[in-house]
C-alpha cells in the first residue's frame, strides 16, 4: 500500500542494469569465454608437436588459463564498485583478446604459457563481473537471467572443439586469432552497461541511517554466522565443479571400462554437455517460479541419484546425461541465493567463483589418485559421495540462511 513504507517521491527512478543490446553482448561473452576454455584440449596435439611438448607439459596451457581466471576473479573484485563495470568489462575483454592473439603468434612454449595466462585474466574478469551484475540486476529475474547467460558459457564449450574439429588442430594460430577479434565487438555494447552496482534487491534508492544499515547487512545472516555461510557456500562450488568437471573427464574412460566402444562414450560424453547446456535454458522459467534453494535441493539430489545409477552399466549413459541436466542449474542459481543471503557480503561472489575456477584444477588429480586405490568402476561411485557432500552442504545452508520468525532477530542456525 502506498500510504506504508518509502513515499513514492522519495524514490529515485531505478536505471536498467543491462539495455537490451549489451544483454545480447553479454551472452556473446558467455559463448566466447565458453568457446576459449575449450579451445584448449583439441588443440594439444599440435601444442605437441610444434614445440616439442610431454603430455603433462602440453596441459599446463589450460592450467595457465585457470590460475589466470582465478587471478582475474580476484584482481577485478577488487576494481569492482571503484572504477565502474564498463572499465571493468572492457579491461577483460581487451587482456582476453590481447592474450589469445599473443597465445596464437607465440614464437616458443614460455611465451604462449604467458599469454594464455593473460587470456585467463580476461576470462576471469568477464566470468565474475558479468555474473556479479547479473546477480544483482534483474531482481526477481536474475537466477532466471543468470541461468540462460551461462547456458550460453555451455554453448561456446560445445562450439570450440568443433571449431578445432572443422579447420584442424594444426590449424590452431589462426582460431585463435579469429577468436580475438571476435571478442572485440562486445566492446561497443558497454554503454549499455550500468557503470554502478545495484543495490541490494529490496534496498530504496533514498534508505539511510539504521533501517538502510539493516536491509544492507541484514538478510537472514548476522556478521556472527556470516564467515561459516560463506565457508559452506564456498564448499559447495567447490565440489559440485569437482562433479562437473570428474564426469567430464573421467566419463568417456568408465564408459569404455564398462564395455562401451570408444565412439559411444564420446558421443555419451559430449551428450552429457549439452544436457548441461539444455538443462540452464530449461531452468530459466522454473526460476521465475520457485526459490534458489529449492532448485538447488533438487539439482544435488537428481545428480546424487543419476550418479548412483551411472554405476550400473546399462545405465551409464542415460545416468550421466541425467546429471548434466541437474548439475546445470547450481552454478547460476546459487549466486542468486548467496547475493540474498548475504547481500553485505560483496566479495562473496568473487570467492565462490574463484572456489569454482579451483575446485575444476583440483578435481582432475584427486580424482585420479582415488582412482588408482579403487579403480575405474568406482569412478560414478567416488562422484556419487562427492555430490552427497554438495545436498548436505545446501541442506545445511537452505537452514542457516533460513529467516527468522517474526519478532526474532535473525540469526545463523547451527
Not at 565487438?185 to 534508492?205: H, I, K, S, T, Y
Not at 559430449?270 to 548441461?276: D, E, G, P
Amino acid at each position: 500500500m502506498t500510504g506504508q513504507g518509502v513515499p513514492s517521491e522519495q524514490r529515485a527512478p531505478e536505471t536498467p542494469a543491462f539495455s537490451s543490446a549489451a544483454v545480447v553482448a553479454s551472452c556473446v561473452g558467455f559463448v566466447l569465454i565458453g568457446a576459449l576454455q575449450a579451445l584448449y584440449g583439441p588443440a594439444v596435439p599440435a601444442f605437441r608437436e610444434e614445440f616439442g611438448l610431454s603430455p603433462s607439459a602440453a596441459g599446463l596451457g589450460l592450467g595457465a588459463h585457470f590460475v589466470g581466471g582465478v587471478a582475474g576473479v580476484l584482481f577485478f573484485d577488487r576494481l569492482f564498485g571503484r572504477i565502474g563495470n564498463r572499465r571493468i568489462l572492457g579491461a577483460s575483454y581487451l587482456l582476453m583478446a590481447a592474450g589469445a592473439a599473443g597465445f596464437a603468434l607465440a614464437p616458443n612454449w614460455p611465451a604462449a604459457l604467458a599469454m594464455a595466462l593473460l587470456a585467463g585474466l580476461g576470462f576471469g574478469g568477464i566470468d565474475y563481473g558479468l555474473n556479479q551484475l547479473f546477480a544483482t540486476g534483474f531482481g526477481d529475474r536474475s537466477a532466471a537471467m543468470l541461468n540462460i547467460l551461462n547456458a550460453h558459457f555451455g554453448v561456446g564449450a560445445i562450439l570450440g572443439p568443433v571449431l578445432i574439429g572443422v579447420v584442424g588442430s594444426a590449424h590452431y594460430p589462426a582460431v585463435f586469432l579469429g577468436f580475438a577479434l571476435a571478442g572485440l565487438p562486445p566492446l561497443f555494447c558497454l554503454r549499455g552497461v550500468r557503470d554502478r552496482a545495484p543495490r541490494p534487491l529490496g534496498e530504496p534508492a533514498t534508505a539511510t541511517g539504521a533501517g538502510a544499515e539493516e536491509r544492507a547487512g541484514g538478510g537472514p545472516v548476522l556478521r556472527r554466522g556470516l564467515a561459516s555461510v560463506l565457508a559452506v557456500f564456498v564448499a559447495l562450488y567447490a565440489l559440485h565443479v569437482a562433479v562437473e568437471a570428474g564426469v567430464g573427464g573421467w566419463e568417456p574412460t568408465h564408459l569404455e571400462t564398462i564395455g562401451y566402444g570408444a565412439g559411444a562414450a564420446a558421443t555419451a560424453t559430449s551428450v552429457y554437455w549439452l544436457m548441461m547446456t539444455i538443462g540452464r535454458f530449461l531452468v530459466a522459467p522454473i526460476a521465475l517460479r520457485f526459490s534458489a534453494q529449492a532448485i538447488i535441493t533438487v539439482s544435488c539430489a537428481g545428480m546424487t541419484v543419476c550418479l548412483l545409477l551411472a554405476a550400473v552399466p546399462g545405465l551409464a549413459p542415460y545416468a550421466y546425461a541425467g546429471v548434466g541436466l541437474f548439475i546445470a542449474p547450481v552454478f547460476p542459481t546459487g549466486l542468486t541465493w548467496l547475493n540474498r543471503a548475504a547481500p553485505r557480503a560483496r566479495r562473496a561472489g568473487a570467492l565462490v567463483i574463484a572456489a569454482s575456477m579451483v575446485g575444476g584444477v583440483v578435481a582432475g588429480p584427486a580424482l585420479g589418485k582415488a582412482i588408482e586405490w579403487s579403480g575405474i568402476r568406482a569412478v560414478p561411485l567416488l562422484l556419487c559421495g562427492v555430490s552427497a557432500l554438495c545436498l548436505a552442504a545446501t541442506l545445511w545452508l537452505i537452514r542457516a540462511t533460513r529467516p527468522a520468525p517474526a519478532g526474532r532477530p535473525a540469526a545463523v542456525r547451527t
